[in-house]
């Protein structure tokens, strides 16, 4: 289990917005060539299994050298990606897939049925919707090369959406050697079938990672829309530098050593929006959830009363103003996210502009807190986060909480977070995957078996259970109110607020595709100053 949606994103606040550090690259890279981009991506790629962790960074590994049976469409809509035809029995209960011509894996084997099999198995063992299939599933084989059929036991309506899903892990297709590894066991080999080749000979951990365009790749027809249609790749090499101060980023982006940096620091803004070279650019429109967890195993958290006390007392927009440009932020008061077709106010009397620290205080003495410690999590390599948890911590403070800040870099968080030696902890995740109960664990409430913190409610796992049954979208939106009024009466998440996070690009760097999540290196392109 990893500790973020969104990999702890890195936010990083610069300590100012100088313009003249001079930048390490220059001493160490050739010139940029025409057709190469060189991208600072949020975080440093660590490992390479995009099903065994939920990590963003891996993701956007994932989506560059592996290919998905269908895509979500910028509408949200599943459409065949490797599937070329594909139905459905009369009785609902039978899908029939059959790949499109032209799937290759990057060894110059055929992609084949066995290798989709057996990737919708492992990934089936990872996320909560591929557990949902395979367990309703009856059969799940290749009926010959091309040709593979899902038999479930009873008709499930969100298949195709869940086949689809853009929330990490995401269901790319391995190779059947690959894919035969238990969901725990990593995946060392990068080689998929999607229109970048990973260039082992270039790797160089901790410093770059190289993409070569996959000559062989055959695109579906049509325009590139959302992660679906046509994945024409434009460049020839895509590099990802690791920069991880944010200082140095932005000089390399200004000179021109770089064309893209993924999270810029917010200070930064100014100083981009004034070069003439750059430019800002928001490509998830829907923004970030930032939302706080805490252990419901261990006091002061295991009483709903000190939960909800959480939830009185957050100041949702002095919180993300530590981090974030007021212009960027917005309150967020639903579960289900800002932006998504589930978003709604059942619940919602909770929230008060500015928070209401005397309601949060009288909540917290009703809950028998006794002075307990309340251990938080303090991340050391993201910024943003780390701002945000001093914060919260003083403002526990002014109502009487005993606290302990126990600061950790990212594998020190990891293990902290697996021990359960802790009280609360900070992530994030896109709004998008706050629309996706069936495959996001964070939505989950299913005790020690689900996503940390390990809130408990039967009454929402039995709506969540029925979220894949029902066939309308108004009946998901009915189930989405209940939901939404258990969960805010639980408290499993306290929401900390939404932030719309730019990333910055030389102008030079055109045609990126805006997404609600992962970051397509297909259809982008460099054109001449």
């Known amino acids: 289990m990893t500790i973020s949606r969104r990999d702890l994103v890195k936010m990083g606040i610069a300590a100012g917005t100088a313009i003249s550090i001079p930048s390490v690259l220059r001493a160490q890279t050739a010139p940029t060539a025409a057709r190469t981009v060189r991208m600072v991506m949020h975080a440093d790629l660590i490992s390479f299994d995009p099903i065994l962790s939920t990590a963003t960074i891996i993701g956007h590994h994932g989506l560059a050298i592996y290919d998905m049976l269908f895509a979500l469409d910028s509408k949200l809509m599943p459409q065949p990606q490797m599937v070329g035809k594909w139905g459905v029995s009369d009785d609902k209960r039978t899908y029939t897939f059959e790949l499109r011509d032209g799937l290759g894996w990057h060894d110059g084997t055929p992609v084949t049925a066995a290798d989709c099999v057996a990737s919708i198995r492992r990934w089936g063992q990872a996320t909560p919707g591929g557990k949902l299939i395979i367990e309703r599933a009856r059969d799940i084989s290749a009926q010959d090369d091309k040709t593979f059929v899902i038999s479930l036991k009873e008709p499930t309506g969100l298949l195709l959406e869940i086949l689809a899903g853009a929330a990490t892990p995401v269901l790319y297709i391995m190779r059947e050697k690959d894919a035969s590894l238990a969901a725990t066991e990593q995946v060392t080999a990068n080689i998929g079938s999607g229109p970048f080749k990973f260039n082992e000979a270039l790797a160089k951990p901790g ?258 259970a029925r979220w894949a049954d029902v066939e309308t979208l108004e009946e998901r939106q009915a189930l989405a109110r209940e939901m939404q009024r258990i969960q805010w009466d639980i408290v499993g998440t306290v929401l900390l607020g939404s932030v719309v996070s730019p990333i910055a690009r030389r102008k030079t760097l055109t045609g990126l595709i805006e997404t609600p999540s992962l970051i397509p290196m297909w259809h982008m392109q460099k054109v001449p100053a």
């Open 207 to 464: 410093a770059s990672f190289t993409y070569d365009r996959n000559e062989k790749y055959v695109p579906r027809q049509g325009p590139a829309d959302g992660f679906a249609g046509g994945k024409v790749v434009n460049v020839d090499r895509v590099i990802w530098d690791n920069i991880a101060d944010q200082q140095t980023a932005f000089s390399a982006l200004q000179s021109g050593e770089v064309d893209f940096v993924e999270l810029p620091a917010p200070d930064l803004y100014p100083a981009i929006k004034s070069d003439p070279n750059l430019e800002l650019q928001v490509l998830n429109k829907a923004g970030d959830v930032y939302f706080m967890r805490m252990n419901c195993l261990q006091k002061p958290f295991d009483n709903v009363k000190a939960r909800q006390a959480m939830l009185h007392l957050i100041d949702q927009e002095a919180v993300m103003r530590t981090a974030m440009p007021q212009e960027y932020i917005r309150p967020i008061t639903s579960f289900f996210g800002n932006q998504t077709p589930y978003t709604n106010d059942e619940n919602t009397g909770w929230y008060k502009k500015g928070g209401d620290p005397e309601r949060a205080k009288h909540l917290l003495n009703e809950s028998g807190y006794a002075g307990e410690t309340v251990v938080i999590l303090q991340h050391t390599s993201w910024a943003a986060a780390n701002i945000m948890e001093q914060f919260l911590a003083d403002t526990l403070r002014k109502i009487g909480v005993n606290i302990e800040l126990v600061p950790a870099d990212r594998a020190a968080f990891r293990e902290r977070l697996s021990s359960r030696s802790w009280s609360i902890f900070m992530t994030s995740e896109s709004d998008y995957e706050r629309g996706t109960p069936v495959s996001n664990p964070t939505l989950s409430t299913n005790g020690e078996e689900g996503f940390p913190g390990w809130p408990k409610s039967e009454e929402y796992e039995t709506l969540r």
